[in-house]
């Protein structure tokens, strides 16, 4: 590699991280972290929301296709999205559009990844991760499915994206083991962000009781807890030391 490509890979990298942080830096200067956790704000919006929804359907879609991206691309964590997504869409078109925005969103940070910062997480990462490059040698589909439904064994799924730099996987292994693993998680999380939806919608107040004797919320969460035991068995089982 000439000294010119480098450069240009330094200025593309910095002009990466500029752009993370300036999205970061106003992503939160509009958003109050306190209104999300008051449940007086969020039943208050929910029917607005809603009703925004069915007069602008393929707008809301839209948006929140490119914002899914964008958020992505920003190493932002999945759950509030998928969350919001079973919320607003449902379980059924809300794991749809989560799943085809989720997966550009993190095929394109790993074509990113792969491009600029190849040393910087090989440097960072390799160490700690190199006993499952051999593994990936085997059968690189199968291994990155199984991958993404452990949600890469705890990883936060930023690092989770940019992770399978190390075992260099091909742009569509990587497409493809990131549609078919993570479905079955995300459709567990989504259906939890639509159970709450249903909740919030029968109940004026929220108590424990109402939640937790919901079916819109027990079962999400018994499926949530039946895929981590599920991933901890296939860990167990294909990632033998």
Do not use: C
Request: aromatic residues 18%.
């Amino acid at each position: 590699m000439n000294l010119s490509s480098k450069n240009l890979k330094l200025v593309a990298g910095v002009i990466y991280l500029l752009v993370l942080i300036i999205g970061l830096y106003y992503l939160f200067s509009f958003i109050d972290l306190k209104d999300l956790s008051s449940y007086e704000f969020i039943r208050s919006h929910k029917y607005r929301i809603i009703e925004y929804k069915n007069n602008n359907f393929f707008i809301l879609t839209i948006s929140f296709f490119i914002f899914s991206i964008i958020w992505v691309l920003l190493l932002g964590f999945a759950g509030p999205l998928l969350l919001f997504s079973g919320f607003v869409f449902g379980k059924w078109y809300g794991l749809l559009i989560s799943l085809i925005s989720l997966t550009f969103g993190a095929t394109l940070l790993y074509t990113l990844a792969k491009l600029f910062f190849s040393d910087l997480i090989r440097d960072k990462l390799d160490k700690r991760f190199s006993n499952f490059k051999n593994y990936f040698k085997k059968n690189e589909l199968l291994y990155f499915i199984i991958y993404r439904f452990t949600g890469g064994g705890g990883i936060p799924y930023g690092i989770q994206n940019v992770l399978p730099v190390l075992f260099n996987i091909s742009t569509k292994n990587y497409f493809l083991g990131t549609i078919i693993g993570s479905s079955p998680p995300l459709f567990v999380t989504i259906a939890l962000g639509s159970g709450i939806e249903n909740v919030i919608d029968k109940n004026e107040k929220l108590d424990i009781f109402s939640v937790i004797s919901s079916p819109d919320i027990y079962l999400p969460i018994i499926g949530f807890l039946i895929i981590i035991l599920l991933g901890f068995l296939i860990k167990k089982f294909f990632f033998k030391n």
